[in-house]
């Protein structure tokens, strides 16, 4: 488990974002894994999402999960994530940067393990949605 902050300000450790990854990765009986998670500023996330996504603008997460080479090989899996958006969000949201950052590391780690949501409204009725929740409700009192 690799966690670079790139020069950008984080709330919290590298080792606690490291211990929330590992977590996700437990609870989803996950036991070989190979993840890195970085933080980047709004500029890298924006050219991210302009070059692997082909969206406009600066978003507050993206994974990209790889192909097993075999049944048994661990999973693979980047994810970066823009503190600012993530502080921003957890204005608007009226909740602490702190859960904001679990909730991006527990989101960005369920995608890597393959699990998908819709976009727009619905996405938070998903059963996406509904799992990360409930372990950023754990793994936030654990971690804050």
Same mark, same amino acid.
Do not use: C
């Given at each position: 488990?690799?966690?670079?902050?790139?020069?950008?300000?984080?709330?919290?450790?590298? %080792?606690?974002?490291? @211990?929330? +990854? *590992?977590?996700?990765?437990?609870?989803? /009986?996950?036991?070989?894994?190979? =993840?890195? $998670?970085?933080?980047?500023?709004?500029?890298?996330?924006?050219?991210?999402?302009?070059?692997?996504?082909?969206?406009?603008?600066?978003?507050?997460?993206?994974?990209?999960?790889?192909?097993?080479?075999?049944?048994?090989?661990?999973?693979?899996?980047?994810?970066?994530?823009?503190? %600012?958006?993530?502080? @921003?969000? +957890? *204005?608007?949201?009226?909740?602490?940067? /702190?859960?904001?950052?679990?909730? =991006?590391? $527990?989101?960005?780690?369920?995608?890597?393990?393959?699990?998908?949501?819709?976009?727009?409204?619905?996405?938070?009725?998903?059963?996406?949605?509904?799992?990360?929740?409930?372990?950023?409700?754990?793994?936030?009192?654990?971690?804050?």
């Amino acid at each position: 488990m690799g966690v670079a902050t790139n020069g950008v300000r984080l709330p919290m450790s590298r %080792d606690r974002v490291a @211990a929330i +990854a *590992r977590a996700v990765l437990r609870s989803e /009986r996950v036991a070989d894994a190979l =993840l890195s $998670v970085t933080f980047v500023s709004n500029t890298a996330m924006r050219s991210l999402n302009r070059k692997h996504l082909r969206r406009t603008g600066v978003t507050d997460v993206i994974s990209f999960g790889f192909r097993r080479s075999g049944r048994y090989a661990p999973i693979l899996g980047d994810i970066y994530i823009a503190p %600012d958006v993530a502080r @921003a969000s +957890a *204005r608007v949201n009226v909740v602490r940067v /702190r859960e904001e950052i679990v909730r =991006l590391v $527990v989101h960005g780690t369920l995608h890597v393990l393959g699990y998908d949501h819709p976009d727009g409204a619905t996405r938070t009725r998903s059963a996406m949605w509904r799992r990360q929740e409930r372990l950023v409700r754990r793994l936030a009192a654990e971690h804050a």
